[in-house]
């Protein structure tokens, strides 16, 4: 042995940041809500974003300015229906954006329906297929 004691944990993996398959991130420009809670669920804080780039198991959110985020929290999409979400934060970057991951993949249906109402000039031809909501 090498002098380090081997530990149990060593050989545990998730599949979701280690075997899931990275995405393709995809312009778009949606308007999206967090929400979380603050002084430990006494009270629920609830903040504008824009969607800025997404894919099936993550996205980048632009903030309106600086404020403190817990690592956990939802994401609503209210134009696309899309409530609840449930993300984990990734990175924040310096220009008042932020990554974060899912803790469930989207469905390409529920893809579609955020490009649908996107004001991104790369999905103005996205039409909506009634007969699939």
Partial sequence: MSGQPSHYLKKEESFMYDRETRF?????????????????????ASRRCDVIRISMSGAVLALLTQYNLPKEFVLDIPDARIMKIGCILMRVNSNNTIDVRFLRMLTQKELDRIFIFSTHPAHKDKKLDVRSW
């Fill in 24 to 44: 393709r991130l995809e312009d778009t420009m949606n308007a999206g809500r967090i929400e979380y809670t603050e002084k430990h669920v006494m009270h629920m």
